[in-house]
Nanobody
Framework: VQLQASGGGLMQPGGSLRLSCAAS????????VGWFRQAPGKERELVAA????????YYTASVKGRFTISRDNAKNTMYLQMNSLKSEDTAIYYC????????????????????WGQGTQVTVSS
C-alpha cells in the first residue's frame, strides 16, 4: 500500500490543522491506520490509530481531547484533526498502515507498521 500525506504547515499555538493521508495500491479496509510523529531530538511516537472499521481508536495521552483520527474507507483516506495545537506538537507527522494493528500492553502500545507515508511537517509557533 502506498501512502501520501498532506496538510502540514505552520500554525500559531491554539490553532487547528487537519492532516490527510491518501492510500492506494491495496484494499484500504483491511488495514489498521494511524499517525506517528517525530520531533527533533526525540523518539518517534505513535500519536493515534484507528482500526479497520473505525470501531477502535487509540490516542497518546498528550493529544487526548485535542486530536481526532478518522478514516473514510470509501475515499481510501485517513485524517488527523488537530485542535488546540501546542508548541510541543511540532514534529514531522507520518501516516502508517498495517493489516495487524497496535498491540496494547500495560504501559502503552506496541506497533511496527509495515507501510509509511513520506511525512509532513507540522510547526506550531507564534
Amino acid at each position: 500500500v502506498q501512502l501520501q500525506a498532506s496538510g502540514g504547515g505552520l500554525m500559531q499555538p491554539g490553532g487547528s490543522l487537519r492532516l490527510s493521508c491518501a492510500a492506494s495500491g491495496a484494499t484500504f479496509t483491511t488495514y489498521s491506520v494511524g499517525w506517528f510523529r517525530q520531533a527533533p531530538g526525540k523518539e518517534r511516537e505513535l500519536v493515534a490509530a484507528v482500526s479497520q472499521t473505525a470501531i477502535s481508536t487509540y490516542y497518546t495521552a498528550s493529544v487526548k481531547g485535542r486530536f481526532t483520527i478518522s478514516r473514510d474507507n470509501a475515499k481510501n483516506t485517513m485524517y488527523l484533526q488537530m485542535n488546540s495545537l501546542k508548541s510541543e506538537d511540532t514534529a514531522i507527522y507520518y501516516c502508517v498502515a498495517d493489516q495487524i494493528g497496535p498491540r496494547y500492553i500495560k504501559d502503552g502500545v506496541l506497533w511496527s507498521p509495515s507501510y509509511w507515508g513520506q511525512g509532513t511537517q507540522v510547526t506550531v509557533s507564534s
